[in-house]
């Protein structure tokens, strides 16, 4: 398996834009999990979801942010309208029950 | 809720040495706890992955033990090398998985 896929890789915005950020997960895992990693807070779950329903988006910051899974092979994180603040790493992982998890290799997103 | 620290939050090493990094749990009921790497500006690696039921595991020069009553995980490293200089973060896992901040290594040759 190719491991968990993101794009893209780096996005550069203007605040006021819409941002979606993509994940493929590894084939047959049931869990997807999206975080967000700061230099000033570290590493943050955002959402997850088990069999495509999402479990507890506590941690997703505010309204402006979403994330949906149509399927079993793709989830998206969408950010409408970004702000400078929402600058950070945003990683996509996924496991197969509670098994060992898989992270993605990542999105810098900076919005400026 | 969770919470999961890690001591010291820096440690640096000459080149041969052996060091153990630890990893503390508030709640000791989880299903898992794995071991991560993360290099500067790149993605996590798993290391490892103790089951609750386990005691430790061992990969290479990489050696991770479980203790779930004492809510305490330690990660070995023998023979340090430069290459191993990375940030090494561990997570628990109950229906998620709670992060702690991670120890910044630096293997010095």
């Known amino acids: 398996d190719a491991g968990v896929i993101q794009s893209p890789r780096h996005e550069v915005t203007e605040m006021g834009q819409e941002v979606t950020l993509r994940c493929k997960p590894i084939?047959?895992?049931?869990?997807l999990f999206w975080y967000r990693q700061t230099m000033m807070r570290g590493l943050e779950l955002l959402i997850y979801?088990?069999?495509?329903?999402?479990?507890?988006d506590s941690g997703m910051p505010e309204d402006r942010f979403s994330a949906k899974m149509p399927n079993a092979s793709f989830s998206t994180l969408k950010i409408q309208p970004s702000e400078p603040r929402d600058s950070a790493v945003y990683f996509c992982?996924?496991?197969?029950?509670?098994?060992?998890?898989?992270f993605g290799p990542g999105t810098r997103l900076t919005v400026t | 809720k969770q919470e999961v620290t890690q001591i010291p939050a820096a440690l640096s090493v000459p080149e041969g040495e052996n060091l153990v990094l630890n990893c503390s749990f508030t709640?000791?009921?989880?299903?898992?706890l794995q071991w991560f790497r993360q290099d500067p500006g790149k993605g996590l690696t798993s290391l490892l992955l103790?089951?609750?039921?386990?005691r430790e595991q061992t990969s290479g020069r990489l050696n991770a033990s479980l203790d779930k009553s004492s809510g305490r995980s330690t990660l070995y490293i023998a023979a340090s090398q430069p290459g191993d200089s990375a940030t090494y973060l561990c997570?628990?896992?109950?229906?998620?998985?709670?992060f702690g901040t991670g120890t910044s290594l630096t293997v010095i040759p």
């Open positions: 992982a996924s496991s197969l029950e509670v098994y060992e998890q898989y």
């Open positions: 084939s047959g895992h049931d869990y």
């Open positions: 979801f088990n069999n495509n329903v999402p479990i507890d």
């Open positions: 709640d000791s009921a989880i299903y898992n």
């Open positions: 103790i089951q609750s039921s386990q």
């Open positions: 997570a628990v896992r109950q229906n998620q998985f709670y």
